[in-house]
Nanobody, 121 residues
Framework: QVQLVESGGGLVQPGGSLRLSCAAS????????MGWYRQAPGKQRELVAT???????NYADSVKDRFTISRDNAGNTVYLQMNSLKPEDTAVYYC???????????????WGQGTQVTVSS
Protein backbone atom coordinates (compact mmCIF):
# COMPACT_ATOMS: atom_id res chain seq x y z
CA GLN A 1 0.00 0.00 0.00
CA VAL A 2 1.23 3.47 -0.84
CA GLN A 3 0.40 6.88 0.51
CA LEU A 4 0.73 10.32 -1.03
CA VAL A 5 0.67 13.20 1.43
CA GLU A 6 0.18 16.68 0.02
CA SER A 7 0.83 20.01 1.69
CA GLY A 8 1.21 23.67 0.87
CA GLY A 9 -2.24 24.73 -0.27
CA GLY A 10 -4.00 27.81 1.02
CA LEU A 11 -5.41 31.22 0.24
CA VAL A 12 -3.33 33.65 -1.79
CA GLN A 13 -3.99 36.94 -3.54
CA PRO A 14 -3.84 37.19 -7.34
CA GLY A 15 -0.23 37.50 -8.46
CA GLY A 16 1.01 35.62 -5.41
CA SER A 17 2.88 32.34 -5.11
CA LEU A 18 2.43 28.99 -3.42
CA ARG A 19 4.52 25.83 -3.31
CA LEU A 20 2.83 22.45 -3.10
CA SER A 21 4.62 19.33 -1.89
CA CYS A 22 3.69 15.66 -2.21
CA ALA A 23 5.61 12.92 -0.42
CA ALA A 24 5.18 9.29 -1.42
CA SER A 25 5.69 6.41 1.01
CA UNK A 26 4.86 2.73 1.36
CA UNK A 27 5.41 -0.27 -0.88
CA UNK A 28 7.18 1.43 -3.78
CA UNK A 29 9.71 -0.37 -5.96
CA UNK A 30 9.95 2.10 -8.81
CA UNK A 31 8.30 5.44 -9.56
CA UNK A 32 7.79 6.34 -13.18
CA UNK A 33 5.88 9.59 -13.34
CA MET A 34 4.69 11.98 -10.68
CA GLY A 35 2.36 14.83 -11.35
CA TRP A 36 -0.25 17.32 -10.28
CA TYR A 37 -3.85 17.54 -11.39
CA ARG A 38 -6.56 19.95 -10.31
CA GLN A 39 -10.32 20.05 -10.14
CA ALA A 40 -12.32 23.23 -9.89
CA PRO A 41 -15.97 23.20 -8.73
CA GLY A 42 -18.24 21.93 -11.48
CA LYS A 43 -15.34 20.99 -13.73
CA GLN A 44 -13.50 17.81 -14.60
CA ARG A 45 -10.11 16.99 -13.16
CA GLU A 46 -7.38 18.26 -15.44
CA LEU A 47 -3.65 17.79 -15.79
CA VAL A 48 -1.46 20.58 -14.45
CA ALA A 49 2.05 19.18 -14.78
CA THR A 50 3.95 15.90 -14.79
CA UNK A 51 7.57 14.88 -14.40
CA UNK A 52 9.19 11.57 -15.34
CA UNK A 53 11.88 9.75 -13.37
CA UNK A 54 14.29 11.10 -15.99
CA UNK A 55 13.26 14.66 -15.27
CA UNK A 56 11.22 15.36 -18.40
CA UNK A 57 8.33 17.71 -17.70
CA ASN A 58 4.98 18.43 -19.27
CA TYR A 59 2.67 21.35 -18.50
CA ALA A 60 -0.86 22.39 -19.30
CA ASP A 61 -0.84 25.42 -21.59
CA SER A 62 -2.69 27.43 -18.96
CA VAL A 63 0.17 27.16 -16.46
CA LYS A 64 3.24 27.22 -18.69
CA ASP A 65 5.77 29.86 -17.68
CA ARG A 66 4.04 30.29 -14.30
CA PHE A 67 4.27 26.86 -12.65
CA THR A 68 7.33 24.66 -12.20
CA ILE A 69 7.28 20.98 -11.28
CA SER A 70 10.30 19.29 -9.72
CA ARG A 71 11.30 16.16 -7.79
CA ASP A 72 13.79 15.63 -4.99
CA ASN A 73 16.94 13.55 -5.52
CA ALA A 74 15.40 10.45 -3.99
CA GLY A 75 12.50 10.87 -6.39
CA ASN A 76 9.79 10.26 -3.83
CA THR A 77 8.72 13.86 -3.36
CA VAL A 78 7.31 16.12 -6.02
CA TYR A 79 6.86 19.87 -5.79
CA LEU A 80 4.80 22.40 -7.68
CA GLN A 81 5.98 25.99 -7.52
CA MET A 82 3.10 28.22 -8.55
CA ASN A 83 3.82 31.86 -9.39
CA SER A 84 1.67 34.66 -10.78
CA LEU A 85 -1.43 32.90 -9.52
CA LYS A 86 -4.78 33.81 -11.04
CA PRO A 87 -8.32 33.37 -9.70
CA GLU A 88 -8.86 30.71 -12.37
CA ASP A 89 -6.14 28.62 -10.70
CA THR A 90 -8.50 28.08 -7.77
CA ALA A 91 -9.08 24.34 -7.40
CA VAL A 92 -8.32 21.27 -5.36
CA TYR A 93 -4.87 20.08 -6.41
CA TYR A 94 -4.17 16.36 -6.43
CA CYS A 95 -0.85 14.56 -6.52
CA UNK A 96 -0.55 11.50 -8.76
CA UNK A 97 2.09 8.79 -9.01
CA UNK A 98 2.64 6.05 -11.60
CA UNK A 99 4.65 3.27 -9.99
CA UNK A 100 5.38 -0.39 -9.46
CA UNK A 101 5.18 -2.01 -6.03
CA UNK A 102 7.59 -4.78 -6.99
CA UNK A 103 9.72 -6.10 -9.84
CA UNK A 104 6.94 -8.30 -11.18
CA UNK A 105 4.04 -6.12 -10.04
CA UNK A 106 1.88 -4.38 -12.60
CA UNK A 107 2.16 -0.67 -13.14
CA UNK A 108 -0.30 1.13 -10.92
CA UNK A 109 -1.24 4.66 -9.99
CA UNK A 110 -1.99 6.40 -6.72
CA TRP A 111 -3.65 9.68 -5.76
CA GLY A 112 -3.29 12.03 -2.85
CA GLN A 113 -6.20 13.35 -0.86
CA GLY A 114 -6.03 16.79 -2.45
CA THR A 115 -5.12 20.23 -1.18
CA GLN A 116 -7.21 23.36 -1.70
CA VAL A 117 -5.70 26.34 -3.50
CA THR A 118 -7.78 29.52 -3.48
CA VAL A 119 -6.69 32.62 -5.35
CA SER A 120 -8.76 35.60 -4.31
CA SER A 121 -8.41 39.19 -3.21
Amino acid sequence: QVQLVESGGGLVQPGGSLRLSCAASGSIFLIYNMGWYRQAPGKQRELVATITNGGSTNYADSVKDRFTISRDNAGNTVYLQMNSLKPEDTAVYYCNMIYKAGWTAPTDDAWGQGTQVTVSS
